[in-house]
C-alpha cells in the first residue's frame, strides 16, 4: 500500500522568502511550498520565464535583489550557497533577525515527511533522477520530485505527488547532501570535480562516504561497482550495478543502434527484462541500470521499469536533439567535465555519419584550470572543435587561465597523437578519430557567439553534426542557427 504524503510543516512558519527564486531548484520547492498554502516570495538578479511563470501563480516576484524585499512577516528567508553574506537581503534578514536557511539544510527539513530517493554522483544525476522518476510514474507511485533541468515528459524541473516518495537530486557541492536521509541513496560516480572547495580527491570521496552514511537502517545503497568507497552505513542493503557481470545488477547482450542502447538486464543470474533505451551513449546505459537496481527495491516488476525506461524522454540539455537544416543536425548537452565531454563525444560518434563540430564553452575559471590537462584529451571524437571565451559563473576572472590556453593545448595534444600514430603506437592511434585528424588547425577559438555562428554557417555541410556544449548559456548559438536557417 502506498504511503500517503502529509502537507509540509516547517515549525508552523508560513511566511517563506527565497534569495534566488529564479534558479532551477529553488523555483521548484518555491511551487511546492506555494502548492501547500506556504505564502511564498522570491526575488533574483534578473526577470526570467521561470521567475515569470512563478509570478503567474500568485509568488510574489521582487527584481533585482534589495534590502527592501525582506519583510517583518518573513519569518524564514531561504538562500543558495552562492548569495553571499554581503547579498543586501541576506544582510537586511540578518538585522531583523529572522531566520536564514541554506537550500539544502531547507529540503532537509522538507524531507523529514517523506521517503526520499537521492541521486548522487558527479555525472549523470538529472538523467537518473528522471528515468526513478519517469518509472515511478509508470507504475502509479505519484511521486514528487525535484531535478537539476526540464523534464521532457513533465515540461518542468519539479513535480508535486500525493505520495511520501520524493526523488531528487544530491549534489555534493559544499557538502549539501549531507543535510538528507534517504531511504535510497544512489552513487553513479565519483569523478574529480569541484576541487574548488573540496581540495582534493580524498576529501571528495570522504564526502561521498558521509552521504552513504546517512542512508536509513531501513533502506538501500545503490553504488557503481567501480567507485570505491567505505559508506559506514552499517545496516542498509548495499547494491552494485555496471556492465560486468561482476555487479549484482548489470546489462548483458548490448547491442547499439545510431548510438542507442540494447540490452538485457539481470540480477544476479537472473534475467529480468529487456530494455530498448532511446537515450543514446553507454553512460546513459548505466544511468538505466542504475534507475532499475533503485526502483527494484520498491518492489516495482521489471516489465513495467522495462516499459518507462524504453519511453524515457530525458531532459533539456543532455544530448538534446534541438533541429535540422540542410542535412545538418544540431545537438546540445550540459557536459562540462573531461568524462562528461568523452561520454558525450563517444555517444555521438557512435550516431553520427558525417564529420563532428563541438562548440564548448568552458565552466567556470577554477574548473578549466584544474581539469585543463584533461580537457585538452576529452575532444577526440570530434572534428572540429570551437572554443569560447570561459563562462565565469559564480566566479571573478582569473588571467592565468583561458580559452585560448585550452586551444593550444587541445592542438598540442592532437599534434602529438597524430605524431605517434604515425609511429605506429597502437596505443595512442586508438585515440584518434575515425576521420584521423590531420591538421591542428581544426581546433579555433572564437571571441563572441556572433564569430562562432558565422564560423559554422560558412563550414557546415550536409551530413555534420554540431554539439553545442557546456554548462552555461552555449545553446543560444545553437538556437541562432536554426532560426536563421529555417526562417530563410
Known amino acids: 500500500m502506498k504511503k500517503m504524503r502529509e502537507k509540509i510543516f516547517l515549525d508552523g512558519k508560513k511566511n517563506i522568502h527565497f534569495i534566488g527564486i529564479g534558479g532551477i531548484s529553488m523555483s521548484g520547492l518555491a511551487e511546492i511550498l506555494h502548492r501547500d498554502g506556504f505564502n511564498v516570495s522570491g526575488s533574483d538578479d534578473v526577470e526570467t520565464e521561470i521567475t515569470r511563470h512563478l509570478a503567474r501563480l500568485g509568488i510574489k516576484i521582487s527584481v533585482p535583489n534589495a534590502a527592501k524585499n525582506i519583510l517583518d512577516e518573513h519569518e524564514l528567508v531561504v538562500f543558495t550557497a552562492a548569495v553571499k553574506k554581503e547579498n543586501p537581503e541576506f544582510v537586511a534578514a540578518s538585522q531583523k533577525q529572522i531566520e536564514l536557511i541554506e537550500r539544502a539544510a531547507f529540503i532537509g527539513k522538507i524531507l523529514k515527511g517523506y521517503d526520499p530517493i537521492c541521486v548522487a554522483g558527479s555525472h549523470g544525476k538529472t538523467t537518473t533522477t528522471s528515468m526513478i522518476s519517469e518509472i515511478l510514474i509508470a507504475s502509479g507511485h505519484d511521486p514528487t520530485v525535484s531535478v537539476g533541468g526540464i523534464m521532457n515528459s513533465v515540461g518542468v524541473n519539479y513535480r508535486i505527488g500525493s505520495t511520501k516518495n520524493f526523488v531528487l537530486e544530491a549534489c555534493e557541492y559544499s557538502n549539501s547532501f549531507h543535510h538528507w536521509q534517504p531511504l535510497i541513496g544512489v552513487i553513479l560516480n565519483i569523478d574529480a570535480d569541484h576541487l574548488d572547495f573540496f581540495g582534493s580527491m580524498d576529501n571528495l570521496i570522504l564526502s561521498f562516504e558521509k552521504f552513504a552514511s546517512n542512508i536509513r537502517p531501513d533502506g538501500a545503497l545503490i553504488v557503481n561497482e567501480n567507485v570505491e568507497i567505505n559508506p559506514r552505513c552499517e545496516k542498509c542493503e548495499k547494491i552494485s550495478f555496471g556492465i560486468k557481470n561482476s555487479a549484482r545488477f548489470h546489462a548483458k547482450n548490448i547491442f547499439y543502434d545510431e548510438g542507442k542502447p540494447s540490452f538485457d538486464v539481470f540480477d544476479g543470474e537472473n534475467f529480468l527484462a529487456h530494455v530498448d533505451l532511446p537515450l543514446p551513449g553507454e553512460y546513459n546505459l548505466l544511468n538505466a541500470l542504475a534507475a532499475f537496481a533503485a526502483t527494484t527495491q520498491m518492489k516495482i516488476p521489471p516489465q513495467i521499469i522495462a516499459g518507462a525506461l524504453n519511453n524515457a524522454r530525458g531532459t533539456k540539455r543532455r544530448f538534446e536533439h534541438k533541429g535540422e537544416f540542410d542535412g545538418i543536425k544540431i545537438i546540445d548537452d550540459y557536459a562540462h567535465h573531461p568524462t562528461e565531454i568523452v561520454a558525450c563525444l563517444k555517444a555521438a560518434r557512435q550516431s553520427a555519419s558525417g564529420r563532428i563540430f563541438c562548440l564548448f564553452q568552458p565552466h567556470t575559471y577554477t574548473r578549466t584550470k584544474n581539469l585543463l590537462h584533461d580537457f585538452a584529451k576529452s575532444f577526440c571524437d570530434a572534428d572540429f572543435v570551437i572554443l569560447l571565451p570561459i563562462?565565469?559563473?559564480?566566479?571573478?576572472?582569473?588571467?592565468?587561465?583561458?580559452?585560448?590556453?585550452?586551444?593550444?593545448?587541445?592542438?598540442?595534444?592532437?599534434?602529438?597523437?597524430?605524431?605517434?600514430?604515425?609511429?605506429?603506437?597502437?596505443?595512442?592511434?586508438?585515440?584518434?578519430?575515425?576521420?584521423?585528424?590531420?591538421?591542428?588547425?581544426?581546433?579555433?577559438?572564437?571571441?563572441?557567439?556572433?564569430?562562432?555562428?558565422?564560423?559554422?554557417?560558412?563550414?557546415?555541410?550536409?551530413?555534420?553534426?554540431?554539439?553545442?556544449?557546456?554548462?552555461?548559456?552555449?545553446?543560444k548559438v545553437g538556437d541562432e542557427i536554426l532560426r536563421k536557417k529555417l526562417s530563410t
Open 391 to 475: 563562462y565565469a559563473a559564480r566566479e571573478p576572472n582569473d588571467p592565468t587561465v583561458s580559452s585560448e590556453i585550452l586551444a593550444a593545448q587541445i592542438k598540442n595534444y592532437i599534434c602529438e597523437v597524430e605524431k605517434n600514430s604515425q609511429n605506429k603506437n597502437p596505443r595512442l592511434e586508438n585515440e584518434l578519430s575515425y576521420t584521423k585528424k590531420n591538421e591542428c588547425s581544426n581546433v579555433k577559438f572564437v571571441k563572441s557567439f556572433d564569430e562562432a555562428c558565422n564560423f559554422l554557417n560558412d563550414t557546415l555541410v550536409s551530413g555534420d553534426l554540431l554539439i553545442t556544449m557546456g554548462a552555461g548559456d552555449v545553446f
